[in-house]
């Protein structure tokens, strides 16, 4: 990306090298990416440079990247998550008194965004995680529209049961034939990895 400030020009960005050990990238890497930088008229943040053991692991543009035995992982870091739940808290906390189907309306474009970023990673818990946040920021919103009223009450209200699932919450309407519908709040959890599908061609000698 790219920032202009007055007549001057800030380039930010960030990438990944790896070496065979610290003393490598500490002595050898760092100093030629500092030198390498300099000729370009830029200069290497040290406050954001981080050398570390990948079994420790580190963040990279909202992943957290670890290595398990033989297998590297990401998943979303700490901090995507929290930005993440604070961004879906300040939705539902600021729409105290819309409507339900405006409420999933607006939230759905978020979930769904999220979780199709991370949905290649071991993103399971994670989600699970937020899925539970997003439940809790509901039943509240919900419970707090309905303060003289029964808990079950509420329940029935706003959650369904739809396709064997219960507690979905989800906007009940009628459509214009007359036939029941809902619109339903997203779940991080539907959201699964799907396999990129190869076609194998064959060379034929001519």
């Known amino acids: 990306p790219l920032r202009l400030v007055g007549s001057e020009m800030c380039i930010r960005d960030s990438f990944i090298i790896t070496g065979r050990d610290k003393e490598l990238l500490e002595n050898e890497v760092k100093p030629m990416v500092i030198e390498f930088l300099k000729e370009r008229g830029l200069t290497l943040s040290e406050e954001k440079t981080t050398i570390t053991n990948i079994y420790d692991g580190f963040d990279f ?7 398990f035995g033989k297998r590297l992982y990401t998943s979303p870091s700490k901090d995507a998550q929290k930005r993440f ?3 879906i808290s300040d939705i539902v906390k600021g729409h105290k008194m819309c409507k339900q189907e405006s409420l999933i309306r607006m939230l759905n474009p978020v979930i769904t965004g999220w979780g199709n970023y991370y949905r290649y990673g071991a993103s399971t818990n994670a989600f699970h995680g937020c899925d539970n946040h997003i439940y809790n920021l509901t039943k509240k919103w919900a419970l707090r529209r309905h303060p003289k009223k029964r808990k079950s009450w509420v329940a029935d209200k706003y959650w369904h049961e739809i396709r064997g699932r219960k507690w979905t919450f989800a906007w009940k309407y009628e459509t214009k034939s007359k036939k029941v519908n809902y619109l339903t709040l997203k ?3 539907d959201i699964h990895y799907t396999p990129v599908s190869y076609t194998h061609l064959r060379a034929h000698e001519t």
């Open 61 to 67: 543009l909202g992943f957290n990247v670890r290595k």
């Open 85 to 87: 739940r604070a961004k």
């Open 187 to 189: 779940r991080l959890s």
